[in-house]
């Protein structure tokens, strides 16, 4: 099975930071990879598909990127209501794996 | 509006078996792909299963082949997972959900394995 190794596992950061969280897949997966936000209590919902592509409605402060089996959510001006906890999943091949999160808290 | 209800957790001894539904409705049932996802009190997301829209492939980690069983009718716009032997690291909310661009969720039945 793919590895997806996500890095930090949590962050702390102010209102206006910018933030980076990053993916690597243990092979190639090409672009298949997703971003996922879940704030406690609330289901996930996908951020960002086939590893740069914005969800419909899901502000543009929010972006992804790839370089070779890289990776990278980036989120320019963090606001009050992005603190949360992100997930990649890869969905190249089965079994899909998700990243092990990253808890992105208010500094 | 699409919807995605899921039912039938509850507590179940180490050893025993659930079966977990999910009442689709607002769309075509038997045009998309089901996953099932579970996540372990305080922890992260976890894959466990995928059936084709059709029912003719399914996929698990290997944490859940063997135990776990999806299945669809698509008659009744209700997909299912089967649990068995189960174990108290399968303690978890189990959620179904159409994942990807289309992104939709159920709001997750309540598994809790104990003795």
């Known amino acids: 099975a793919i590895q997806m190794t996500q890095s930090p596992s949590s962050l702390s950061a102010s209102v206006g930071d910018r933030v980076i969280i990053t993916c690597r897949a243990s092979q190639g997966i090409g672009n298949d990879l997703g971003w996922y936000q879940q704030k406690p209590g609330k289901v996930p919902k996908v951020l960002i598909y086939?590893?740069?592509t914005l969800q419909s409605g899901v502000p543009s402060r929010f972006s992804g990127s790839r370089s070779g089996t890289d990776f990278t959510l980036t989120i320019n001006g963090l606001q009050p209501e992005d603190f949360a906890t992100y997930y990649c999943l890869q969905d190249y091949n089965y079994p899909w794996t998700f990243g092990q999160g990253t808890k992105v808290e208010i500094k | 509006q699409v919807q995605l209800v899921e039912s039938g957790g509850g507590v179940v001894q180490p050893g025993g078996s659930l079966r977990l539904s999910c009442a689709a409705s607002?769309?075509?049932?038997?045009?998309?792909?089901m996953h099932w996802v579970r996540q372990a009190p305080g922890k992260g997301l976890e894959w466990v299963s995928f059936i084709r829209h059709d029912g003719s492939e399914k996929y698990y980690p290997e944490t859940v082949k063997g135990r776990f069983t999806t299945s669809r009718d698509n008659s009744k716009n209700t997909l299912y997972l089967q649990i068995n032997s189960l174990r108290t690291e399968d303690t978890a909310m189990y959620y179904c959900a159409i994942l990807g661009q289309l992104d939709y969720w159920g709001q997750g039945t309540l598994v809790t394995v104990s003795s």
């Open positions: 086939a590893a740069s």
């Open positions: 607002g769309f075509i049932f038997s045009d998309y792909g």
